[in-house]
């Protein structure tokens, strides 16, 4: 019957947990330890020991540009991502239309795609407009003109926001179910204008849901190498792409400087995720 279901603040279902003793509280410790060693302590072990060995030779005032790049195209990144999922979201539960559900859809199945393959099919038709933009220069003028759409800052977050949109999107949109079409409707009622409703409503409720999708999207554009390689400025490098340089050419104890910084920026924004849930998951338990 198209009815719709509102829940506003946290789960009122607590967790239950299970206390586990004995072989099987060794047991879950054991799987749960392997897995970390394995996935984290192992790996970022050998990091540390070639590390340790090609710090001193490798890093450079250069790391700076490299990181300062990274930050910076993921802060943008960040901005364009969020604001686009912001729109789409607000739109989705605003107008209902099959049509416009599908289209959002569409939209954010660019993080299904392998990046690589994002890639070559992004860089194809961006060169192929920046060669057309040169020819109808070249007619109208009399003589081409240079252009430079295929190597700008600009194209890079296109790439980005349409292969990273579904991290944004997806946790943006589940924090706007939260929002009651009752409440909203309630404030018009009232008198209140969209910026209030805006302030005073939608920020609130999607302050929490905002602040994770920006950490999610903010690592996956950190260590995103395929679209940064082929469409970024001449010179323009980044932690990942330094990383893809020196391994292609088998320099491991130098990319492990790179992968260290990069991991260390990385853990960051996942700390700050895991403490919030942490903290979420607690409050639900009380």
Same mark, same amino acid.
């Given at each position: 019957s198209k009815m719709r279901f509102s829940q506003v603040g946290t789960a009122t279902i607590a967790h239950k947990y299970?206390?586990?003793?004995?072989?099987?509280?060794?047991?879950?410790?054991?799987?749960? @330890?392997?897995?970390?060693? =394995?996935?984290?302590? /192992? &790996?970022? $072990?050998?990091?540390?020991?070639?590390?340790?060995?090609?710090?001193?030779?490798e890093l450079s005032s250069s790391y700076y540009s490299y990181l300062l790049n990274t930050f910076m195209l993921g802060i943008i990144a960040v901005i364009v991502i969020i604001s686009v999922s912001l729109i789409?979201?607000?739109?989705?539960?605003?107008?209902?239309?099959?049509?416009?559900?599908?289209? @959002?859809?569409?939209?954010? =199945?660019?993080?299904? /795609? &392998?990046? $690589?393959v994002l890639a070559i099919g992004f860089f194809i038709p961006v060169t192929k407009l920046n060669n057309y933009l040169i020819d109808l220069s070249e007619k109208i003028m009399g003589e081409p003109a240079e252009f430079a759409i295929q190597s700008t800052i600009a194209v890079m977050i296109i790439g980005y926001l349409i292969r990273f949109l579904a991290v944004g999107y997806s946790t943006v949109d589940s924090s706007m179910e939260r929002v009651s079409s009752s409440v909203v409707n309630s404030?018009?009622?009232?008198?209140?204008?969209?910026?209030?409703?805006?302030?005073?409503i939608y920020i609130p409720l999607l302050r929490k849901g905002v602040l994770t999708a920006v950490t999610l999207v903010l690592i996956d554009v950190m260590k995103e190498m395929p679209?940064?390689?082929?469409?970024?400025?001449?010179?323009?490098?980044?932690?990942?792409?330094?990383?893809?340089?020196?391994?292609s050419e088998g320099e491991w104890e130098r990319a492990a400087v790179p992968s260290f910084i990069l991991?260390?920026?990385?853990?960051?924004?996942?700390?700050?995720?895991?403490?919030?849930?942490?903290?979420?998951?607690?409050?639900?338990?009380?």
């Open positions: 299970i206390k586990l003793s004995g072989i099987k509280a060794w047991a879950a410790f054991g799987y749960c @330890i392997t897995v970390l060693m =394995i996935a984290f302590i /192992l &790996p970022v $072990t050998q990091l540390v020991v070639w590390l340790n060995s090609a710090l001193k030779q789409l979201s607000v739109i989705k539960h605003n107008v209902r239309s099959k049509r416009l559900a599908l289209l @959002i859809k569409l939209s954010t =199945i660019g993080y299904a /795609l &392998p990046g $690589t404030a018009k009622l009232m008198g209140y204008g969209y910026r209030s409703i805006i302030s005073k679209i940064t390689l082929m469409t970024r400025p001449f010179g323009w490098d980044t932690l990942a792409v330094k990383i893809f340089e020196l391994t991991l260390l920026f990385g853990l960051v924004p996942i700390v700050f995720l895991s403490g919030r849930i942490n903290r979420q998951i607690k409050g639900e338990a009380k």
